[in-house]
Nanobody
Framework: VQLQASGGGLVQPGSSLRLSCAAS????????MAWFRQAPGNEREFVAA????????YYADSVKGRFIISRDNAKNAVDLQMNSLKPEDTAVYYC???????????????????WGQGTQVTVSS
């Protein structure tokens, strides 16, 4: 699976951005998909995920109520709608895909086998 993330940019606090992760080589509908982010000097952290079975979604507490992860099966892609952005959301955002990701590992980067190249999101006034 090859993943290509796009949609990052420089925005002001309170703005919105929509990231997209397009896949080739495999149908994403059968994979657990996730977004992670990494700010300078920090470890990569979980942002959101959607499992293949049941379509359940999971969010980090820091983005819950502001970010929405969704699948676009027609485009074989997964999107991350980011609203009410804050300066602390500034990071490189990575999409990831994994098969057979168990519920207890959804938030763990080690559970995902495939990674996109990352897209920079900068929130600054």
């Amino acid at each position: 699976v090859q993943l290509q993330a796009s949609g990052g940019g420089l925005v002001q606090p309170g703005s919105s951005l929509r990231l997209s992760c397009a896949a080739s080589g495999r149908t994403l509908s059968r994979l657990t998909m996730a977004w992670f982010r990494q700010a300078p000097g920090n470890e990569r952290e979980f942002v959101a995920a959607t499992r293949s079975s049941g379509g359940h979604t999971y969010y980090a507490d820091s983005v819950k109520g502001r970010f929405i992860i969704s699948r676009d099966n027609a485009k074989n892609a997964v999107d991350l709608q980011m609203n009410s952005l804050k300066p602390e959301d500034t990071a490189v955002y990575y999409c990831a895909a994994g098969s057979s990701v168990i519920l207890s590992s959804v938030r763990s980067a080690n559970a995902y086998h495939y990674w996109g190249q990352g897209t920079q999101v900068t929130v600054s006034s």
